[in-house]
């Protein structure tokens, strides 16, 4: 189970803003563009500013703005024929630049650390490419769980909640970091395997 599960009724929510933003000649890739950039800008703020512990509560504002302009792209593409060769290649170069941006700035944080960071924002790029090879093999572009990219919005998201409000929280962050990313490592292994099985069928049924 993953958080990309809600995504069909998060994407209704947002359908009468992507109609406007299609009227008004918006395209899907000035779209994917500008959510990266934005990352890229808030995480150089908030690491510009980290000794000021409330400017981390601009990542979860802002991990909140770019799940609703990753599926904005998506909707302008799919539903206003805006589907091209160029807007796949930013689609995922740009989601794995804006993951390993936002969340950069907890390695200036004492617990967290440059190596715990570090570890997880490979892995994070390791699990998106486990993913989009999924078509190399036959299969789907492969979403599964259980620590997608909007399952880690929401933990970064709520660590970013909790360190801009000076939460005390101690030692147990070694356990949720280790367990974030073995819980990646998971999403890992789930995505090439079913990504093998799904190519399995499909070969079956031809």
């Not at 958080?3 to 890739?29: D, I, S």
């Not at 206003?80 to 930013?90: K, N, P």
């Not at 099985?197 to 049924?205: M, N, P, Q, S």
Request: hydrophobic share 55%; with cysteine.
């Amino acid at each position: 189970m993953t958080l990309y599960a809600l995504k069909p009724r998060f994407q209704g929510l947002l359908r009468p803003l992507v109609a406007r933003l299609a009227a008004a000649g918006v395209t899907a890739n000035q779209v994917t563009v500008a959510a990266a950039v934005g990352s890229v800008a808030v995480a150089g703020t908030v690491v510009w500013y980290a000794g000021c512990r409330p400017i981390f509560l601009l990542l979860p504002a802002w991990l909140l703005v770019r799940m609703g302009l990753n599926a904005v792209d998506g909707m302008l593409a799919r539903e206003s024929g805006q589907q091209s060769r160029l807007g796949a290649y930013l689609n995922e170069i740009c989601d794995v630049v804006s993951d390993a941006a936002l969340y950069a700035p907890f390695a200036v944080i004492e617990p967290f650390g440059l190596l715990g960071v570090g570890a997880v924002i490979f892995l994070s790029a390791v699990s998106e490419l486990a993913g989009v090879l999924g078509p190399t093999v036959g299969a789907s572009r492969r979403y599964d769980g259980p620590m997608g990219k909007s399952d880690r919005a929401f933990v970064f998201g709520l660590l970013g909640l909790l360190v801009g409000l000076a939460v005390p929280l101690g030692p147990v962050l070694d356990g949720i970091w280790a367990a974030v990313a073995a819980l990646i490592v998971f999403t890992i292994v789930n995505r090439i395997r079913h990504g093998l099985a799904e190519r399995g069928r499909l070969a079956g049924v031809s």
